[in-house]
Each structure stands twice: as structure tokens, then as C-alpha cells.
């Protein structure tokens, strides 16, 4: 999202009367305006700037409009690009409109004929933006809803989301690997005021040391070999909502000082620059390392260390809360064979239970998908699990407490599966007790001992079956 909410608009023709008349109608519609005399030149300002609308005219000295709208649309996908054509040139423009065009318009045309297709354009624009930040926001809703769990740890993690999605204190995740870290920044951001703004995740322990610098803060054409243009960076695409600094502590020293003068300043000043550009920018930053630890070895800035760990969220890993294994095994089930209704063996849940998990969640997830798409999409049995969760023994488990841990999660199990299949039948109690192979008897049984919620009318039927 641009900090400037106006929408661009880029007028490519080698006229400039047409040029000047389609500017002055965008600024009319309050667009940010640009104009081009050549394919050439276009593209150049669509590098540093690139727009929302293009309109172009068909025939430009060398490159074409179409040969231009071709280029447009493989850098800028969700651009809308207007084709600007003589009266002996329909069926091209019809042609380019088959190759992305949004529509043509015919030259000589009345200004308020550009008008309305430019002010149509620009509403399939928004359209297409709010589409895609709705998308974001469900999909960030679902995905906090994928911290699934209703063990206490788990619980106390969603109950500080919720505290910390109307702040803009800076938050440092902390947790395994696998346990959902980037899952938890994002609740954070899509769940709150913020929601709107951009949300960009980067991952310091994959930015290229050489280009570290570059990335994070951008730089001026000829700033390095290989800077061909100028580049904002990673904290100006975020302005105004959230940066996501995965494994912070992979940062080097001397990037983690530039860093904390970012976040005290609110300043990035790009790579070969003098010019500092002001930047607001929520800071959420995760690690699997333990940096109090980093900091006081040498390894990690201690005043970097205590401006980010202002509010720390402390993700459990999965065997510290093995009793949502069975719940996480059904949403994962339910993510990769929605609708099939694919059961899981007791001896296979009771290998998930007992297993170290040392990729925790992601580790679950992997193993999941892995099942459905080897089994025979019925019953995933232990033959269906990994190698290593098979003959998983989880030396941290007495077998008293494994024999409990199996019985109540394989209670749970039982009950997510009534649930899950009751609510598939639409409530229809036979077609239920059908698909899960007990009588009706044995599901009203069953109903009633899970407190599976049941419509007023059922309860008579339900006491008198259960006796």
C-alpha cells in the first residue's frame, strides 16, 4: 500500500495536447499523474513509480501500445491498462483487449468519455485492493484460528494477541522453530487497527549479508555494482503498519546498530544516499535464540536486545502441550481433505502422542499432508506416519502418564470426529450414524456423554435412547 492512498495514473502518447488533456482529467479524478512520450520512457517511470492506470496510445514510435501493455502486465499484473486508438484500428484494440486490455477508446473522443472510463478503471482498481486485503484479513482470522488448542499455554498466547492487537508497542516473539511465530505477528497486525496497512515479513537469516543494508533501508541508482535503479527498502514498503523481523538474533552487529538507530530515529536513509526519509513502522520482531543469553555473550546489542523486548510472547513448543495434538491433528485433516472425513487409527494418535516433535506444529502439519497424500485417504494408520514417529517412545513419559495422555486425547479424538461428521450430515442423525458405522442409539450415546450441543427437540429422543 502506497503511503500516497491516490491511485497513479501513467498517459503514454506521443502527443503532447493528448498528453496534457488525459492529465488534466486524472488530476480531476484527484489521481497522482505521470506521462511518457514512448513505450521506452514508460517503462522507465514504471521502475520508479509504478501506476494503477495506464492508458496508452496504440501506435508509439518503436515499441507498440500492445507490445507496452504486454510488458506492463508481466511486471504489474493488477495494473489496468486502456488501449487509445484511430478509427481504422478496432479490431487491434479488440485484440490487445484479449491479451489484458481493460477496454479501448477511440481518437477523437469527448473528455468526459475518458473521463468515465478512467473513473471505471479506477473503481475495478479499489475493487481489486479491497478484494485482496479482505483475503488477507480472512486468511490472517483463519490462521490465527490455526493456533489451535485449549491447553493453558495456548491459551494464554491468543489471550495476549487479543491484548496487543490495539498497541503499537514494539513485540518480541519467542519460541522454537515450528511453533508459529510469523502465525502470532500476523494475528497481531490483521486483527487490529493496523489491519489496513502493510504487513511485511522479512527473514534475517536468509538476507544476503552483502545486500543486508540494501534491503532493509534501499538505495540510490549507482549505489553498488548492480544498482541500476533506485530502490526503496523493506521499512519504507511497511510505513505506516508492521515489520515482521524473523530470527532477529541472525542479524550482525554492525546491522543490528543501524538497525536500533532505525527504530530510535524513525529515520532510514537508503544505501548512497545523504537524505534520511521518515518512516512510522510498527516493529515485531521473533528469534528461536534465547537473546538475553546473545547479548550478555557478546552476540547480540543489549540496547537493541531491551528497545524491541518491550512485550514478550513466549510460544510453547509441542510437546509442552501434547494434549492439543489430537485437535491439531483434525484441523490439519481438515485443511487437506476437507469434506473426505479420513479417520486416524488409535495406534497412529497414540505415535503422534508420544513423539518428541522437534519441529513442533509445522513438523504435525508436514506429517499430516504427508499421510493424506499416501494413505488411502480413509484411515491414516501408524504404516502412513514418517519413519521417526512410528516407533516414537517419548522417554520424558512414565507409562502411567502415557497411558493417560492416550486416553484422554483418544476421548477427545473421539468427540472432534462425532463433531466433525455430525456437522458434515447437517445434523441428520442417521446419515451420521451411518457414515461413522455405529447405530443411532450408540451416537445419541455418544452425544450426550460429549455434551455435543443438540437441538431442543432432540434431547427427549436422546434421554430415552440412552437409557
Known sequence: MKNDS????????????????????????????????????????????????????LKLPNLSGTDLLRKIKGLLPRTEVAIMTGHGSIETAVEAMRQGAYDYIEKPFRV?????????????????????FLRDRVNAETQLDGIVGSSAKIQDVLRMVSRLKDIRTPVLITGESGTGKEL????????????PTPFIAVDCGTLVPTLMESEL???????????VKSKPGLFQAANGGTIFLDEIGELPLEMQAKLLRVLQ??????????????????????????????????????????????????????????????????YFL?????????????????????????????ELENCIARAVALGDRCTIGVADLPPAIRGAQDPALTREDAAELSTTALSDLERMTILRVFEQAGGDKALAGRMLGISRATLYRKLKRYNIPLRPQQKDLVESLSQ
Open 217 to 227: 533501508f534501499g538505495h540510490e541508482k549507482g549505489a553498488f555494482t548492480g544498482a
Open 184 to 195: 502470532v505477528a500476523r494475528a497481531i497486525h490483521f486483527r487490529g487497527p493496523l489491519a
Open 112 to 132: 468526459e468519455r475518458l473521463r468515465q472510463l478512467l473513473q471505471r478503471m479506477a473503481d475495478k482498481v479499489r475493487l481489486v485492493t479491497e478484494n485482496e
Open 6 to 57: 491516490r491511485l497513479r495514473f501513467l498517459i503514454v502518447d506521443d502527443e503532447q495536447s493528448i498528453r496534457r488533456l488525459c492529465m488534466t482529467v486524472g488530476q480531476g479524478l484527484n489521481f497522482t499523474c505521470s506521462e511518457a512520450e514512448t513505450a521506452e520512457a514508460a517503462l522507465t517511470v514504471i521502475e520508479t513509480a509504478p501506476p494503477d492506470i495506464v492508458v496508452t496510445d
Open 265 to 330: 530515529e524513525k529515520e532510514v536513509r537508503p544505501v548512497g544516499s545523504n537524505d534520511k526519509i521518515s518512516v512510522d513502522v510498527r516493529v515485531i520482531a521473533a528469534t528461536n535464540r534465547d537473546l538475553e543469553e546473545a547479548y550478555r555473550a557478546g552476540a547480540f546489542r543489549k540496547d537493541l536486545y531491551f528497545r524491541l523486548n518491550v512485550v514478550t510472547v513466549h510460544l510453547p513448543s509441542l510437546r509442552e502441550r501434547r494434549s492439543d495434538i489430537p485437535q491439531l491433528v483434525h
Open 334 to 362: 481438515d485443511r487437506y481433505a476437507a469434506g473426505e472425513n479420513i479417520q486416524i487409527a488409535p495406534a497412529a494418535m497414540k505415535s503422534l502422542l508420544q513423539y518428541e516433535w522437534p519441529g513442533n506444529v509445522r
